[in-house]
Nanobody
Framework: QVQLVESGGGLVQAGGSLRLSCVAS????????MGWYHQAPGKQRELVAA???????NYADSVKGRFTILRDNAKRTVYLQMNSLKPEDTAVYFC?????????WGQGTQVTVSS
């Protein structure tokens, strides 16, 4: 059974930091593109950051220079370090594991940034 379990969300003031973690089980973690997406109320789910098998990264323009995605294959964990948070970063953040043959999602963790 595949599980992606996110943690690290919470309430933080604007300008603060949070680190999200996602632990994967039931997949060969090292062969998956890992990503973080967010979804604000009434909006579509959007890519925040992704990290490829070889370590190449991709970020949404809105988070470049503020967020960093990292993966630890030994721990089957992907992280999202979020700095200089803004109220517009408020959303549910979802972990994603993708290969051409599958696409798995976690349950999400709420991030709320107060002004």
């Amino acid at each position: 059974q595949v599980q992606l379990v996110e943690s690290g969300g919470g309430l933080v003031q604007a300008g603060g930091s949070l680190r999200l973690s996602c632990v994967a089980s039931g997949i060969i973690f090292s062969t998956n593109i890992m990503g973080w997406y967010h979804q604000a109320p009434g909006k579509q789910r959007e890519l925040v950051a992704a990290i490829a098998v070889g370590g190449n990264t991709n970020y949404a323009d809105s988070v470049k220079g503020r967020f960093t995605i990292l993966r630890d294959n030994a721990k089957r964990t992907v992280y999202l370090q979020m700095n200089s948070l803004k109220p517009e970063d408020t959303a549910v953040y979802f972990c994603n594991a993708a290969r051409p043959v599958h696409d798995y999602w976690g349950q999400g963790t709420q991030v709320t940034v107060s002004s």
